[in-house]
């Protein structure tokens, strides 16, 4: 029997949590995490329709890659829009996860599967993640309190490596203290040398995770003062291979930006936005740039990576103007759901292949807009 724990144990291995933006707000949104789970539906967003599928589906988890609750809210009451949703899930059973941004940074993430689609193979990433680098530590902790200590660490982002979690390693020894005025013991007396039995307990984790780890060591910890301490690595990943947002390959084959226009619309998923390029039609394009969703923020960055194009969503007007009088590429702007909505298949892929669960693919378009027009010529 697998539990909406155990696939959230999944999804957080495939896309680890600290791999998230600071802003972003990722994991278990609603849902029993002992709650058994037999089929687990995917989408892009949740909305009230894709809720709603999900309940009929029979589904007992709907895995998503846009947070419902991405904003602190003072309310779920069902006569509001959020809160309906919400409802819908619960009186249905079903529990709600969000892969965000740890999913546009992992490997293989959405990025991936939006490079692959576009006919490159994906490399290193636009910006690599800041959290490449990594730390060693060791913590000390009183032997029947370890595992407990442990997990809390893993909850916080530690003790992943590659495509393993929860990765320790571990020993027994003697710990030893004396207690001075003004502390507190958990074990032993004021001024009384303590020895007893503690376990060291090594494992990485992400520097950026530094600060949080050390918050969840002393909350989870039963002495107060713990015992610990951290060694930063090299970096020895190849950027080429690191976690971050964006991707960069290049093509087979040159292509005019016309023609290669052509193919990201002929590979993504059709939508009423279609596809657009900013740039000379006729100009030569083979190392690719891509970003899944929203990507304006990164037209400085690829501007100074030389690449031929830039493939992304969400381009605005004046952002893209000073872009190209800067010398930036050529850009190509699809709809924000076609560029995102692929991933849902990937995700599918890896959550039925480790839990052995049935998956379903909601296929309802959340792209929310239904139509484009262009002006008729008269004769």
Not at 33 to 50: G, I
Not at 239 to 247: F, Y
């Amino acid at each position: 029997m697998k539990t909406v724990a155990d696939i959230r144990s999944i999804l957080d291995t495939a896309y680890p949590p600290h791999l998230a933006e600071s802003w972003d707000a990722v994991g278990l949104i609603c849902g029993d995490p002992s709650a058994e789970v037999t089929t687990v539906a995917f989408a892009l967003d949740c909305t009230q329709a894709v809720a709603e599928e999900a309940v009929a589906l029979g589904a007992d988890m709907l895995v998503v890659h846009h947070p419902l609750l991405m904003r602190g809210v003072t309310s779920v009451a069902a006569d509001t829009p959020k809160g309906k949703v919400i409802h819908t899930l619960i009186r249905g059973g079903v529990a709600l996860f969000a892969a965000h941004t740890n999913a546009d940074s992992a490997r293989p993430g959405v990025n991936d599967r939006l490079a692959e689609l576009v006919g490159i193979t994906p490399g290193r990433p636009i910006l690599p993640k800041d959290g490449a680098a990594m730390d060693k530590w060791g913590v000390h902790v009183p032997v029947d309190a370890a595992e407990t200590v442990t997990a809390a660490l893993f909850d916080a982002g530690a003790g992943h490596i590659g495509d393993y979690a929860e990765c320790a390693f571990s020993w027994e020894g003697t710990g030893q203290f004396t207690p001075q005025d003004g502390a507190n013991p958990t074990e032993g007396e004021i001024g009384v040398t303590h020895r007893g039995p503690e376990r060291r307990v090594e494992f990485v984790a992400p520097a950026s995770r530094r600060r949080d780890l050390i918050t969840a060591l002393r909350d989870a910890h039963p002495y107060e003062e713990p015992a610990f301490d951290i060694v930063e690595l090299p970096d020895a990943a190849p950027v080429d291979q690191a976690c971050g947002l964006g991707r960069i390959g290049r093509l087979p084959e040159p292509m005019t930006l016309r023609e290669f226009t052509q193919q990201v619309a002929d590979a993504l998923p059709e939508t009423a936005w279609g596809v657009r390029a900013a740039g000379d039609p006729e100009a030569m394009v083979q190392t690719v740039a891509v970003s899944s969703g929203s990507g304006d923020s990164f037209l400085d960055a690829v501007r100074g990576l030389g690449v031929d194009v830039y493939v992304t969503s969400d381009l605005r007007h004046h952002p893209v103007d000073e872009y190209l009088r800067a010398g930036g590429p050529p850009v190509i702007d699809t709809a924000h759901y076609a560029s995102e909505f692929p991933w849902t298949a990937q995700v599918a892929g890896i959550v039925g292949d480790q839990a052995g669960v049935d998956t379903h693919v909601i296929d309802l378009r959340t792209d929310p807009w239904t139509l484009s027009a262009h002006p008729t010529r008269g004769e």
